[in-house]
């Protein structure tokens, strides 16, 4: 016993002074006044009082769940068709895996580069290949999208690996047995493939819902924001009222109420998730 205390100090310490800490810190800032170096009164809910009223906060929660939208289900869906077609592979499956994985272990500075010349408007491959010169980072209706879709081909390969795991545990009898019955490619995957990877689908949407709800970096690097702050997100809104300007106390507010959100829509998913287990056992 006092071995494995031993062996799980250094996370457990890592953990109260990382994670734990900071997050109080944070909880307690949020009802002061404080700036960016300095820690003022208390005052309250007046920070979440002021969260309410402030239109920039819901614009920006509205153009993160716009991008959730955009990416969560085709990142979930063409996971798992890309996993199908790569667990048809019999030769090169490591390979063709690999290349699919590759872009997710790019920074992400090197991936917002590669698309930053891509949607370029005069030189950019998109247009090129369209035959426009349309500014896909600047328009008010292509810019999120044209984030979402350098996410979706950065990180889709992770999901790959996932599916493709969920897939290796089916058992091959299964799939003999189908095909001795008559059952075609179709009737396969319905009857066998999806409900076996129903836990792995799962598991992939809600992480991608996660990752999806606390995007920062991307419309950050490739936008800044806008145009006309339409790629704005609750991250980097929370970025700009911290360091920006140097309200660390409503910074941390709308951290805490975020963090609110995302706790609510996991557990949403759980329930759902516990929900269609009890009706399928039912």
């Not at 309250?44 to 002021?50: D, F, K, P, R, S």
């Not at 030189?123 to 500014?135: E, K, M």
């Not at 390969?157 to 996932?162: A, I, P, R």
């Not at 709800?213 to 006309?228: D, N």
Request: with cysteine; glycine share 6%.
């Amino acid at each position: 016993m006092r071995m494995a205390w031993l062996m799980l100090a250094p996370f457990v310490v890592a953990y109260l002074l990382f994670f734990l800490w900071p997050a109080l810190q944070t909880v307690r800032l949020s009802f002061t006044d404080s700036g960016l170096t300095d820690t003022k009164g208390y005052v309250g809910l007046a920070n979440y009082v002021q969260l309410i009223g402030d239109d920039d906060f819901w614009a920006a929660l509205v153009q993160t769940a716009y991008f959730a939208v955009l990416t969560v289900v085709p990142l979930t869906a063409l996971g798992l068709v890309m996993a199908m077609l790569v667990n048809r592979l019999t030769r090169a499956r490591a390979l063709v895996q690999a290349v699919f994985f590759l872009p997710y272990v790019l920074p992400v500075a090197v991936m917002t580069l590669i698309f930053g010349w891509l949607y370029h408007p005069v030189y950019g491959l998109v247009n090129a290949v369209l035959g426009g010169s349309r500014a896909w980072l600047n328009d008010v209706d292509w810019a999120m999208p044209s984030v979402a879709l350098a996410t979706i081909w950065w990180t889709v390969g992770f999901n790959v690996l996932l599916f493709v795991a969920g897939l290796g545990n089916i058992p091959a009898e299964l799939y003999e047995a189908a095909r001795l019955d008559g059952a075609n490619r179709w009737e396969q995957f319905r009857y066998i493939t999806w409900p076996q990877l129903k836990p792995t689908t799962s598991l992939v949407f809600m992480l991608q819902l996660i990752a999806s709800v606390k995007i920062f970096s991307q419309p950050y690097i490739l936008t800044g924001g806008g145009p006309f702050n339409t790629t704005r997100v609750v991250l980097q809104y929370m970025y700009e009222q911290g360091f920006t300007s140097q309200n660390a106390g409503y910074a941390s507010a709308i951290a805490c109420a975020f963090l609110l959100v995302v706790l609510m829509l996991a557990l949403l998913q759980a329930a759902l998730t516990w929900w269609r287990i009890r009706r399928a056992s039912a």
